[in-house]
């Protein structure tokens, strides 16, 4: 009788596994120094991962995808981040936070017109809320979309932190935008926002800058957007005028899970690197394993590795895409395998001395690459916030 194996719950989840590991191996781990080092989104490659049906692997298969669970979207962000959390972070943008957008949120003629693009890889999508004077304040948002005569829309502001925002060094914008814009206010006064395709081309769209310099996730490009009377086609509006918030809260879920997959990537990799240089290494006549305050940082990793693990696979088995109700779950993950992906880093940086130091044996790429998780995609605040919101509404949760 098998055990149970919460990451691999299916025998399609342990092959998808064993591919993506397999391929990973074979074209991610050789250019990740280099593309990290050049501070460089390796997009060939990335539009490659299209043969291999893992850039829609959320979205249905009738327009492309993979059709598979929030499980599997697990996987593949767990193994890609284990070697490049760079170039899975632009894998992330693209198949997370635009394509299962899309493709849960899009209506007919949207999907049927857009997804084949971007799971093949044909486009490269991103996802712009962020801006320069709000970004865990979504309501602060000032980019505007007014609606015209002729029925399209006018849209003026600035994004910043784009992922994927462009694709190479020359200011070239993504393919498309899943953007956010103020569309007025409510019967209640709240601000309404409202969720437009945005495409290359469009008159008004440009890249602002490619933002360089980061700590970390360098092999990852992150822009500012400009939209300056930016006129975007009625038939690119997604959903009804109003409907942001179902589009965001829908998809932000999915989206700290695999943000924590990441994370556990991270971890996976440092705890073996430590471990196996803790039995390489010598010092005093003795195995650096056998030292108690070396025991330390490989224990405790393991124990927090396991940790995490187990946490977030029973998330991933029993968040459903596209139906919000795991909030409490995906900012817990989150906020959890974050920190503690960054301090295995870091103890393993620690063990490897000054070897761990340098970029030839990746932990320090690792190590500035975690600090991100804690801010991107929500910080680390903003979960303790909404996980104590929720707990006053919900308190029998900790008892269930
Ligand atoms: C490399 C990178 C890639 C990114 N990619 C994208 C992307 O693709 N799309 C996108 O839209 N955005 C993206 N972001 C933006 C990211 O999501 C934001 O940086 C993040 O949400 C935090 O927003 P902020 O930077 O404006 O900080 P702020 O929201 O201004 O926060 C500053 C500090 O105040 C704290 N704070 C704010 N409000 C509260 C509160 N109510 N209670 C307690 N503390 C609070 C925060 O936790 C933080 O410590 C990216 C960012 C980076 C760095």
Redesign the pocket.
């Known amino acids: 009788m098998p055990s149970l194996d919460l990451a691999n719950p299916t025998e399609e989840h342990r092959m998808l596994r064993e591919m993506v590991r397999d391929w990973t191996q074979e074209h991610v781990e050789p250019q990740a120094l280099e593309y990290d080092r050049d501070e460089k989104f390796n997009l060939e490659l990335m539009r490659s991962m299209g043969e291999l049906g893992l850039l829609g692997i959320s979205a249905p298969e009738e327009y492309g995808g993979a059709g598979m669970d929030a499980v599997a979207c697990t996987i593949v962000h767990e193994e890609l981040s284990a070697s490049d959390p760079g170039f899975c ?1 632009a894998y992330l ?1 693209h198949s997370m ?1 635009f394509v299962n957008n899309l493709a849960y949120n899009g209506n007919e003629e949207q999907k049927a017109r857009i997804l084949p693009k971007v799971c093949s890889g044909e486009w490269i999508g ?5 801006e320069p004077d ?4 979504v309501l602060g948002l000032t980019t505007t979309a007014v609606q015209q005569d002729d029925g399209s829309w006018k849209l003026n502001g600035r ?7 462009c694709i190479d060094e020359d200011g070239t914008p993504a393919d498309v935008v899943w953007v956010y814009a103020r569309t007025g206010t409510d019967d209640r006064g709240r601000v309404q926002m409202s969720t437009f395709l945005v495409e290359a081309g469009m008159p008004g769209f440009s890249v602002g800058q490619k933002i360089y310099d ?1 700590t970390g ?1 360098r092999a ?1 490009n ?1 822009a500012e957007l400009v939209f300056d009377d930016c006129v975007v086609p009625a038939a690119n509006l997604v959903g009804g005028v109003g409907e942001s918030l179902i589009h965001m809260m829908g998809n932000l879920e999915l989206e700290r899970l695999t943000l924590a997959a990441m994370a556990l990537g991270i971890a996976r990799r440092s705890l073996d690197d430590m471990n196996s240089y803790a039995t390489d290494r010598t010092a005093f006549g003795s195995k650096i394993r056998d030292f108690g305050q070396i025991q330390r940082f490989i224990g405790e990793g393991w124990a927090k590795y396991r940790a995490m693990r187990a946490y977030i696979y029973d998330t991933a088995n029993n968040l459903t895409i596209g139906v919000a109700g795991q909030r409490l779950d995906s900012d817990g993950v989150k906020l959890f395998a974050t920190t503690a992906a960054k301090e295995i880093a870091d103890s393993a940086m620690q063990v490897m001395g000054g070897y761990g130091y340098v970029g030839e044996y990746n932990v320090e790429r690792l190590w500035r690459d975690a600090k ?1 998780l804690e ?8 979960h ?2 909404n996980i104590t919101r929720d707990l006053a509404r919900d308190g029998e949760a900790i008892n269930r």
Not at 126 to 130: C, E, G, K, Q, V
Request: glycine content about 14%; charged content about 15%; aromatic content about 2%.
């Open positions: 972070l943008a936070l991103a996802m712009a809320m962020s709000a970004g865990t304040d994004k910043m932190w784009i992922t994927n925002g980061k996730m990852s992150t991100l801010i991107g995609g929500g910080t680390l605040e903003s303790q916030k």
